[in-house]
């Protein structure tokens, strides 16, 4: 069983940025695919950025140029820097992580999330 420990989020203004963790532990297989989600009151969760074991990077247009998604695999932790934040960037932040066991089996997990809110 895989646990995710996110740190790192908080309340900054317009403008502002905020690093964002990601801790995995417990894995005894290969951690693929890392990525970080965001939910905001009464709207879906939706895709902020995937990073791969091979690092490839995926955002979405909403983020793309101002969020950056990177990973230490040796420590399986996944970090998100965010810069130039918006209001609309009020969400809870969840972190992904994707485990493959040795005979292809595919597990996912989350993290407990964390709030991140922007003031204009």
């Known amino acids: 069983q895989v646990q995710l420990v996110e740190s790192g989020g908080g309340l900054v203004q317009a403008g502002g940025s905020l690093r964002l963790s990601c801790a995995a532990s417990?894995?005894?297989?290969?951690?693929?695919?890392m990525a970080w989600y965001r939910q905001a009151p009464g709207k879906q969760r939706e895709l902020v950025a995937h990073?791969?074991?091979?690092?490839?990077?995926n955002y979405p247009d909403s983020v793309r140029g101002r969020f950056t998604i990177s990973r230490d695999n040796a420590k399986n932790t996944v970090y998100l820097q965010m810069n130039s934040l918006k209001p609309e960037d009020t969400a809870v932040y969840y972190c992904?992580?994707?485990?493959?066991?040795?005979?292809?089996?595919?597990?996912?997990?989350w993290g407990q999330g964390t709030q991140v809110t922007v003031s204009s």
């Open positions: 992904y992580a994707d485990e493959i066991t040795t005979t292809w089996a595919r597990y996912d997990y």
């Open positions: 990073i791969t074991s091979g690092g490839s990077t």
């Open positions: 417990g894995s005894r297989f290969s951690i693929n695919v």
